[in-house]
């Protein structure tokens, strides 16, 4: 059956790889990012095939009065939303005696709390619908924090533990809740395009894929926690 999903961060790299696998299989695909024109040719290749199953919204998740009105145009137009998927994300790495404030609170507003500001509009939408899944993207540096990313990597662990706390929290509600924690993905992240010799890295693909592979999972599986790493990582040295 055909799934309703709202991707964040849906204009490029992961996000897009994985609107463009969800449409691939069938799914109603809503996305967002703060770039109009990213929306816009996002929407228009995404679209080639079966326009009436993709829209793109531009939406800063850091905005709770935008993200509740993408939520209900989301709604408004398919009836519903089944996955939400919180792939939006910015980092800089500058060590934490240089970092401005406002960075600061660039990182932790999109990274941190613009996934509490999405899954908070779109909570009641799930349990309306009966159930669904919400994904949230956080990273395998959360784990394993690295000088000059402060602000991200702590970012990232509030993604986790506010997943794992949201897990519980709606698991009664039949609503999954996974939090994917991929390794180095060769995207545009941090506006670098990814650098010759990236080979080894992940490719935004291999995430998508696993996402509509967890997507698949029967009712009474739930993968809360998916660690997604480069299986031959460049060795430094
Ligand atoms: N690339 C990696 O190596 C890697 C590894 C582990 C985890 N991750 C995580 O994976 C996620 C996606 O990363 P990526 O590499 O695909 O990044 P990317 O290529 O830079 O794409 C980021 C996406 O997020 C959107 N975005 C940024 N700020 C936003 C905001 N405030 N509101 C709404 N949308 C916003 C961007 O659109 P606009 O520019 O239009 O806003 C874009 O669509 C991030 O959460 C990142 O932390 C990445």
Known sequence: MSRICLITGGTRGIGYAIAQALV????????????????????????????????????????PAAVQR???????????????????????GVPVADLPHDEWDRIIGTNLTGVFNCC???????????????????????????????????????????????MQELRDDNIRVTVVLPGSVATGFN????ATGSEWKLWPDDVAHAIVDLLNHP???????????????????
């Open 24 to 63: 691939a299989a069938g799914d109603k695909v809503a996305f967002t990012g703060t770039a109009s024109d990213g929306v816009l040719k996002a929407e228009h290749m995404l679209a080639a095939g079966d326009g009436g199953r993709v829209l793109g919204m531009v939406c800063d998740v850091r905005d």
């Open 70 to 92: 993408a939520v209900e145009t989301v709604v408004a137009r398919f009836g519903g939303i089944d996955v939400l998927i919180n792939s939006a994300g910015v980092g800089v």
């Open 120 to 166: 908070r509009a779109a909570i009641p939408h799930l349990r309306a619908r009966g159930g669904g899944w919400i994904v949230n993207i956080s990273s395998l540096s959360s784990t394993g924090p690295f000088p000059g990313g402060a602000a991200y990597v702590a970012s990232k662990a509030g993604v986790n533990a506010f997943s794992d706390a949201l």
């Open 191 to 194: 506006n670098r395009a990814p």
């Open 219 to 237: 009712a009474r599986s739930l993968p809360s926690r998916i660690e997604i790493r480069p299986s031959r990582p460049k060795r430094s040295g």
